[in-house]
């Protein structure tokens, strides 16, 4: 009896070390590529960057897509953007979970994130921005129109995501991936969608052109409201114009992130 006893047991033990061995190895299989340094970089200016220009404070965020791995993204721990260091710069998948945790405070807004990688797969870079010139397009009935050809991209459509209509009554945070989503929907295929009584969400193919349009989105903002304040009519972009300005977009865009990174004192390699 004794006998089977000690063979059971060291069955059980195999077993269960041979379980490990498989969690072990599925869970290394599923963290993603070594990480290209040059992307954690970019990243680290595009915060520094929009955190100088404005857009961010103690309470907004940057993302890039993993271009080794579209199914994860890079977004800081919980932390200022201008207080950024490679060093903070976490992976996360598109379920808004990091790969390698180390008990770090997470932004509680990251789901913005994932959710729109999730059902856009044409973005790369995504900004969640609290910027005040954008709070009064989100309680008004006056929507944004593109006036200054920097911001040509509003001619697409800048939808206001209102958490009411769809959850009832909030603290107007983006806390799970439900709010996520919702805003991903409202957003569709825009460039950009106002959050009311609360900020804005801009999208990009790249880091230089989310910051960018994030930029220029603020701007176009301030000076529509400028505009307004004169009185008369206001002759915004033709719909032809934002077209042909759009397909240019990002053109010469080299020369304003070489600028803005010097801005913050990121050197950028000389052609």
Same mark, same amino acid.
Not at 218 to 226: E, G
């Given at each position: 009896?004794?006998?089977?006893?000690?063979?059971? =047991? $060291?069955?059980?033990?195999?077993? &269960?070390?041979?379980?490990?061995?498989?969690?072990?190895?599925?869970?290394?299989?599923?963290?993603?590529?070594?990480?290209?340094?040059?992307?954690?970089? #970019?990243?680290?200016?595009?915060?520094?960057?929009?955190?100088?220009?404005?857009?961010?404070?103690?309470?907004?965020?940057?993302?890039?897509?993993?271009?080794?791995? !579209?199914?994860?993204?890079?977004? =800081?721990?919980?932390?200022?953007?201008?207080?950024?260091?490679?060093?903070? /710069?976490? #992976?996360?998948?598109?379920?808004?979970?990091?790969?390698?945790?180390?008990?770090?405070?997470?932004?509680?807004? $990251?789901? /913005?994130?994932?959710?729109?990688?999730?059902?856009?797969?044409?973005? %790369?870079?995504?900004?969640?921005?609290?910027?005040?010139?954008?709070? !009064?397009?989100?309680?008004?009935?006056?929507?944004?129109?593109?006036?200054?050809?920097?911001?040509?991209?509003? +001619?697409?459509?800048?939808?206001?995501?209102? /958490?009411?209509?769809?959850?009832?009554?909030?603290? &107007?945070?983006?806390?799970?991936?439900?709010?996520?989503?919702?805003? +991903? /929907?409202?957003?569709?295929?825009?460039?950009? +969608?106002? &959050? $009311?009584?609360?900020?804005?969400?801009?999208?990009?193919?790249?880091? !230089?052109?989310?910051?960018? $349009?994030?930029?220029?989105?603020?701007? %176009?903002?301030?000076?529509?409201?400028?505009?307004?304040?004169?009185?008369?009519?206001?002759?915004?972009?033709?719909? #032809?114009?934002?077209?042909?300005?759009?397909?240019? #977009?990002?053109?010469?865009?080299?020369?304003?992130?070489? =600028?803005?990174?010097?801005?913050?004192?990121?050197?950028?390699?000389? !052609?």
């Amino acid at each position: 009896m004794r006998t089977v006893q000690t063979h059971s =047991a $060291r069955f059980i033990q195999v077993a &269960m070390s041979f379980c490990v061995c498989l969690l072990t190895s599925a869970s290394l299989h599923a963290q993603s590529k070594p990480v290209d340094q040059t992307i954690v970089d #970019e990243l680290v200016a595009a915060n520094k960057i929009l955190a100088a220009e404005g857009i961010l404070d103690g309470w907004g965020h940057v993302s890039v897509r993993n271009p080794s791995d !579209p199914t994860h993204y890079f977004l =800081a721990r919980n932390l200022a953007a201008e207080l950024v260091t490679a060093k903070d /710069i976490m #992976e996360f998948t598109l379920d808004n979970v990091p790969v390698a945790s180390k008990g770090q405070d997470l932004y509680t807004e $990251r789901f /913005i994130h994932g959710e729109i990688y999730k059902t856009r797969p044409d973005v %790369n870079a995504v900004v969640h921005t609290h910027a005040p010139p954008l709070i !009064p397009f989100t309680v008004t009935q006056v929507s944004m129109k593109p006036l200054y050809h920097r911001a040509a991209f509003v +001619a697409q459509g800048i939808p206001v995501f209102d /958490i009411e209509d769809t959850f009832g009554m909030t603290d &107007m945070l983006i806390r799970n991936g439900q709010h996520g989503h919702a805003l +991903a /929907i409202t957003l569709a295929d825009k460039p950009a +969608a106002l &959050m $009311r009584g609360h900020g804005a969400t801009v999208v990009g193919p790249s880091l !230089p052109r989310l910051v960018g $349009r994030a930029v220029f989105l603020v701007k %176009n903002a301030t000076l529509q409201q400028q505009a307004l304040a004169l009185g008369g009519p206001i002759k915004y972009l033709h719909p #032809e114009e934002a077209k042909l300005i759009e397909a240019r #977009e990002g053109y010469g865009l080299g020369r304003q992130w070489a =600028a803005w990174k010097l801005k913050v004192g990121i050197a950028s390699p000389q !052609p």
